[in-house]
């Protein structure tokens, strides 16, 4: 076979490849000696052309002194070429769509031999090859929303809460929505295993160290500062600590001052404060708001039921393990969808460790939709403009009161810049198959709405 750019002839290495788990193949290279004897007599040629030595011209210095001086240099770029045009060709003659590093068998024993051929191995995941479904016609229901006064009255009750003054409370015990400072010690089997001294949390269902406590109001009611109360809850199955996932541990809080928060009056100072002449102008502004995130709430959950279409009707094989960079990646893809939602940093983190620590399923699940969505945005030729990326950027810049450029090197340098151009790819992607979706408009329960917007405020 001939290099069509040179006409030289392409030298063809003798490769075996074999399946030894899902997605992964184990694939041996033959580098004969032949092929060392002649990389090697063409770079000490070349060497020799070249080699400035004291009493010789370029060109004319004998071949055992280049050797000599040359020598031990020559082989090692002999050894990283031949590695690299036999791995590449390997890779490339034998169709492996390599995803992540290739993983080598005893690197330390991949040497230029004095004599005789070389011989290495490797293994590489593959992209995993699926059949992909019908995208026309896939099943949709679009929730009817609309934004109702009451909608716009829980905005203005949240605004009032966020622009609220805190104040100490003496002449009672614990309530329900209290904001609380309080030591905690978490306990298993009478041992103490972790603690947090002045820990601030507001009085309601949530979490203290991680762990989920449903009725807080009501284990907590009436205790004063200086009390303490024990509470008895099972630590959740994907909790940071392994030794007390599932397992009945014990909380201990003791009280050390109470505050509650006294709602800001919506007066000519706080409507200043907002931005806005009268309380008519920022519930207009309220609803404008609202009608957007309603939208995009929507669209999202049309988009949610085209991933669960797929990922039910799609079958593949993954790779045999997760390397450490396709984990990494899943916790950037997630760090940029959290990013342009508007998440706050602290929960960010929290939402992180909580990836960090989840099973295994879910990071393959991940990956399984990262698969599908980039071969569906491949085949609908869908990419991503560079002004899309930066109207994301500045969203999330305006949000965290940063500007664009500054956040945007900041993005790049970690690799949250690259997840968010996929999820904006993969998100160009599924709406292409929505315009081709048979959707029905169903309607939404509006209590069920308004739990999961005093889920999100709290």
């Known amino acids: 076979m001939a290099d069509t750019a040179t006409g030289v002839a392409e030298f063809e290495y003798q490769v075996k490849v074999e399946d030894i788990a899902p997605a992964t193949k184990k694939v041996t290279v033959e580098i004969p000696e032949k092929r060392i004897a002649e990389k090697l007599e063409e770079n000490f040629n070349e060497v020799r052309s070249k080699a400035a030595l004291p009493g010789f011209r370029p060109g004319r210095a004998p071949q055992k002194l280049v050797e000599k001086r040359f020598g031990t240099d020559i082989r090692n770029d002999v050894q990283r070429q031949l590695l690299a045009e036999s791995y590449q060709q390997a890779i490339e003659k034998n169709n492996l769509d390599v995803v992540g590093e290739p993983e080598f068998d005893n690197p330390e024993s991949i040497k230029l031999p004095e004599s005789g051929g070389l011989t290495y191995s490797f293994q590489v995941e593959i992209r995993p090859s699926f059949e992909m479904p019908d995208l026309n016609g896939i099943p949709v229901k679009r929730p009817k929303v609309e934004v109702t006064e009451s909608h716009i009255e829980q905005a203005m009750q949240n605004l009032r809460e966020q622009q609220g003054t805190l104040v100490p409370v003496e002449d009672r015990g614990v309530e329900a929505r209290d904001y609380v400072t309080a030591d905690v010690s978490i306990k298993l089997d009478g041992n103490e295993i972790g ?65 509650k928060l006294e709602l800001a009056e919506i007066n000519e100072e706080f409507l200043e404060s907002l931005g806005f002449s009268d309380e008519q102008e920022l519930r207009e502004a309220l609803k404008e708001q609202m009608d957007i995130r309603v939208k995009n709430d929507v669209q999202q959950a049309m988009r949610d039921q085209v991933v669960k279409y797929l990922m039910d009707n799609i079958t593949m094989e993954l790779p045999a ?55 569906i945005a491949e085949q609908l030729d869908i990419d991503v403009s560079e002004g899309e990326l930066n109207q994301q950027v500045a969203m999330a810049a305006m949000q965290f009161g940063e500007r664009p450029e500054k956040l945007k090197q900041q993005l790049a340098k970690d690799g949250t810049l690259q997840n968010m151009y996929l999820r904006l790819r993969e998100n160009k992607a599924i709406d292409k198959i929505l315009e081709n979706a048979k959707i029905e408009e169903v309607a939404v329960d509006e209590k069920s709405e308004e739990n999961k917007s005093d889920e999100k405020k709290d």
């Open 195 to 259: 603690s947090q001294k002045d820990a601030t949390f507001i009085v309601r269902a949530g979490q203290i160290g991680g762990i989920f406590v449903e009725d807080l109001e009501k284990q907590l009611a009436g205790a004063k500062a200086g009390e303490s109360k024990s509470i008895t809850v099972r630590a959740p199955e994907d909790h940071a600590r392994e030794d007390i996932r599932g397992k009945e541990v014990q909380i201990d809080i003791t009280v050390k001052s109470i505050k």
């Open 321 to 375: 393990k997760l390397s450490e960079r396709q984990t990494q990646r899943i916790i950037q893809r997630r760090t940029s969808d959290l990013l342009m939602r508007g998440m706050p940093a602290e929960e960010i983190q929290a939402n992180i460790e909580k990836i960090k620590a989840g099973a295994d399923a879910q990071a393959a699940n991940e990956l399984k939709s990262f698969f599908i969505l980039e071969k």
